[in-house]
């Protein structure tokens, strides 16, 4: 029975894949569950494994190639199995070709379609995994029950990946929406949704929403700076470390930065929270994400319900995202849907800066350098750390007063931290 | 090695032994998905290709019961619905004639089915010989090797009895017996008021005989709805049935004419004689003399094969489906295990089998059919239930056919309608369940299944009229 391996969509936001390398070459015997090939995402570098055993009978696309998802990338079959029809299918599917063996889109070429007529290995489009296909065309495909679940619980079934069958969405998906854990989908996971009470939208609402998109963009940002005394929090953070030592963990100013996120956020629900076109996401549990650069990027891995974490454990989890994320290995419910991030410039020097929101998120916090100055106290000139953070808003979710007063609660509990370690 | 048979290969990508519901269907399944596929079959006096079901199961006992309710309409309908039928006797033996016949016809069919998908199919006794490969004693003569890269046991499962008890394929039988008998028997008791025990009750019943059926447990029907076995019970008296409930069976003695049979009831012990006696007392799964052990196969603390969610036993490459994988044992669990198992194996897009939605028939008179949790499970898996009934003393259809006995009830989640379990009695019960299983499998809410036109008049609108009642609104009653 020959299986086909295609390029999966292996995130929410991929639309095609590079071949890294094949693992297995053409002849070579397959076991379903082995490793054939890697790909690179739009976030990271997958390894895609076959589905079926026998040998890996026709290799389609060549490494370094980029191809859209659906594409099929390689047969699996038995040694003598005709597998002709597969490959004139994929042939027949391809509306042309381009010269280098990496087919791209489907565009037919404006002059010389030709058909069937390729002499390189060549990409085609086949089915896509029927995992994916919930969300094409704008129909969820979903059980009855599940709608009602979702509907009463205000999951949005746009944000639950299917496990049913041709991935229907079904009740068990929803239960596990609302419980915040992902059931374990047929192939690739996509990023999971983190809970959230649904804010129904006032009519003003939407008007503000309109008005800003005119004016600003897709995303409407506002910016609000703040300079926050780091002085009681190093000392904290030294005392802390000191005893910590020879535990091989240590905390650092990131750390402390997602803990008193998570705290001043609890205190400021509405801040956690995401603008989706015809309600507002108010999230029940923070997840921080904190952008980190890769050779080629950025990626913000995600610490997910930072909230009931201790600073130790949330120094151990990150360590290990992050790791993992300038290895490129993170898997896409590692690094999707934080309801908070946090973008630390600091170690480059940088003062002050701003950040771009990342969707979903409402908010990014961009967090300088800390500094000796000197600052103003009681009317005298006293030398201070000091470190400037910028928190940029979406305003269709979050009010300038909002913030503020988030921002607020975030700068008194860094400036008074013995909170954190409670 | 020793040159084949004709018509067999040396080695098949799948070889499935058994040809019953579970495994030919496993077959034919495979072979559409593009595996050779080899389907033996031992052939034995319970079996055949088309298994227990198709040759002394499911099928002639349906062959049977349409006789026996064709009995009971002559007898009791035929005059108050104008059909004044002033002679009649009853033909026993022609009865069973016919039954023999429509299993014949349709194991004849399995054969088509095998050569039309190219399955092999082969007459023998098969046993897992090590190493991906299976021996069979050929019913021809002779022993072959055959390689095979799967393997799927489908061997089912036959009766069994209690010591004391023995069969002795005269008086004292199985279900396999009686669907053979050249008489019948004047009296008999049956011994397990399970699905088996009650069709053969209804059936002798019909024929005349004087039928006593004992059940060791409180209810008759055990694994049914309490309401539902309520219905049969007083249908069954109401026919001159002696229904025993917590009896056992105790002793037996073999007179020279008779059986003495000594039951323990609950206002102490009874003797019982009869012609005949008819243990239904469960079946025990066929896993003697297959080289399970050496193979790697194995067994679960009730000596059935044990399997995972695809069918998968302990061993590699090895597959096991039907009775012999455990209950519940019925011919549409094996098939459907049959093709998702024939489906993993070629890695064709398939879906664990869900055990909770599997839907179970009965089809004495009158029918009992019934899917998913009763109310009493669904109130300890921890659901708050609301339950929807429906009388069939109520529906159109089921008047005019003269069977007002019966009813629809339905189990569901009073906060999001998920239809936890329906449990029906009456007139063609068994054509009704298909709907409320679909959709269960579908995860339809009642208010769907009260929200679909059904036509007018059918028994189906006592679905629909039961799903408005966990609604709070049935139009009808």
């Known amino acids: 029975m020959a299986t086909r391996i295609v390029m999966s969509k292996l995130s929410p936001t991929m639309e095609e894949g590079r071949i890294i390398q094949w693992v297995k070459k053409e002849g070579d015997p397959v076991e379903s569950g082995d490793v054939v090939v890697e790909v690179e995402t739009d976030k990271a570098t997958m390894e895609v494994e076959a589905m079926g055993s026998g040998v890996l009978r026709k290799i389609l696309v060549e490494e370094n190639a980029t191809v859209p998802t659906g594409t099929l990338l390689a047969v699996v079959a038995a040694a003598d199995e005709d597998i002709s029809s597969i490959l004139a299918e994929a042939e027949a599917a391809v509306p042309s070709t381009d010269g280098d063996g990496a087919a791209t889109t489907a565009e037919p070429a404006a002059t010389e379609p030709e058909p069937a007529a390729a002499t390189q290995p060549v990409a085609v489009s086949a089915p896509e995994p029927v995992v994916e296909s919930q969300h094409d065309g704008g129909r969820v495909k979903a059980s009855p029950l599940a709608r009602r679940i979702a509907q009463d619980s205000g999951v949005p079934l746009q944000s639950v990946q299917g496990t049913g069958t041709g991935g229907r969405i079904i009740k068990r998906d929803i239960e596990a929406a609302i419980s915040g854990v992902v059931a374990a989908p047929v192939t690739a996971a996509v990023g999971p949704e983190p809970p959230y009470q649904r804010v129904e939208l006032t009519q003003l609402r939407k008007a503000i929403a309109r008005n800003l998109v005119q004016s600003l963009g897709p995303v409407p940002h506002f910016f609000l700076t703040t300079e926050i005394d780091m002085g009681r929090a190093l000392d904290l953070r030294a005392e802390l470390n000191r005893s910590l030592e020879g535990s091989g963990v240590k905390i650092g100013v990131n750390e402390i930065l997602i803990k008193t996120a998570a705290q001043a956020l609890a205190e400021h629900p509405n801040v956690n929270a995401a603008f989706a076109e015809d309600h507002i996401r108010r999230f029940t549990r923070v997840d921080v994400g904190l952008a980190v650069a890769v050779s080629d990027g950025l990626i913000t891995p995600v610490l997910r319900n930072v909230g009931p974490k201790g600073l130790r454990q949330i120094s151990t989890e990150m360590r290990g995202l992050i790791e993992r994320a300038r290895e490129r290995k993170l898997a896409p419910e590692e690094y999707y849907g934080a309801t908070f991030t946090i973008s630390n410039l600091g170690m480059y020097g940088i003062d002050e800066f701003t950040a771009v929101i990342n969707p979903p998120a409402a908010t990014i916090l961009a967090v300088g350098a800390t500094v000796e100055k000197p600052v103003v106290i009681d009317g005298s000139i006293e030398i201070r750390s000091r470190m400037r953070v910028t928190l940029s808003c979406d305003h269709r979710a979050v009010d300038g007063a909002m913030g503020a007063e988030f921002l607020a609660t975030f700068r008194e509990m860094l400036e008074n931290p013995l909170r954190l370690v409670l | ?477």
Not at chain 2, 45 to 70: Q, R
Not at chain 2, 370 to 378: F, L, M, T, Y
Request: charge should be negative.
């Open chain 2, 1 to 477: 090695m020793a040159k084949k048979p004709e018509g067999i290969k040396d080695s098949y990508d799948l070889v499935v032994i058994g040809a019953g519901p579970g495994g030919y269907v496993a077959a034919i399944r495979a072979a559409q998905l593009g595996l050779s596929v080899a389907c033996i079959d031992a052939e034995t006096d319970e079996g055949g290709l088309g298994g227990v079901c198709l040759n002394w199961g499911c099928i002639p006992t349906k062959a049977l019961l349409e006789s026996a309710g064709l009995a009971r309409h002559v007898k009791e309908d035929a005059a108050s619905f104008g059909v004044d039928i002033t002679s009649y006797s009853l033909n026993f033996g022609a009865a069973v004639q016919r039954s023999r016949k429509v299993s014949e016809r349709l194991t004849k069919g399995i054969k088509f089915l095998f050569d039309k998908n190219g399955v092999t199919a082969i007459l023998g006794r098969a046993k897992l010989a090590g190493e991906k490969k299976v021996e069979v004693e050929l019913k021809s003569g002779g022993k072959t090797t055959i390689k095979a890269t799967n393997i799927i046991i489908a061997t089912g499962s036959r009766p069994k009895t209690f010591p004391g008890f023995e069969f002795d394929g005269d008086r004292v039988i199985s279900s396999r017996e009686a669907l053979e008998l050249k008489r019948l028997p004047g009296s008999i008791m049956v011994a397990g008021a399970g699905s088996i025990g009650m069709e053969f009750a209804d059936m002798f019943a019909a024929f005349d005989s004087k039928v006593t059926i004992v059940e060791a447990l409180p209810q008759i029907l055990p694994l049914e709805d309490e309401e539902v076995a309520g219905v049969v019970g007083r249908s069954f008296k109401k026919r001159g049935i002696a229904v025993k409930a917590k009896t056992k069976v105790k002793s037996l003695e073999k007179l020279k004419t008779k059986l003495k049979v000594t039951i323990e009831a609950p206002g102490g012990d009874e003797l019982v004689e009869c012609d005949m006696l008819l243990m239904a007392v469960g079946r025990t799964p066929n896993v003697e003399d297959l080289g399970l052990e050496a193979a790697g196969v194995k067994l679960d603390e009730n000596g059935w094969i044990q399997i995972d969610e695809y069918n998968r036993t302990s061993a590699d490459g090895i597959y096991a489906i039907g009775d012999v994988a455990g209950p519940p044992m019925l011919a549409h669990k094996g098939s459907h295990e049959g093709a998702v198992a024939a489906e993993h194996i070629t890695g064709a897009s398939t879906h664990p089998v869900d055990r909770n939605n599997i839907p179970s028939c009965t089809y004495c008179h009158p029918e009992v059919a019934s899917v998913g949790r009763s109310e009493k499970q669904a109130k300890e898996d921890g659901f708050d239930v609301t339950v929807g009934k429906f009388p069939f003393s109520a529906n159109g259809r089921a008047l005019a056919a003269g069977a007002p006995d019966g009813l629809v009830k339905i189990v569901a989640d009073a906060k999001y309608g998920e239809v936890l379990g329906v449990h029906m009695v009456g007139h063609n019960v068994t054509e009704l369940i298909a709907e409320v299983t679909l959709g269960r499998a579908l995860e339809t809410t009642v208010e769907e299944l009260a929200g679909t036109v059904h036509a007018h008049p059918t028994l189906a609108e006592a679905v629909m009229e039961a799903g408005l009642a966990t609604l709070g609104r049935p139009i009808h009653i």
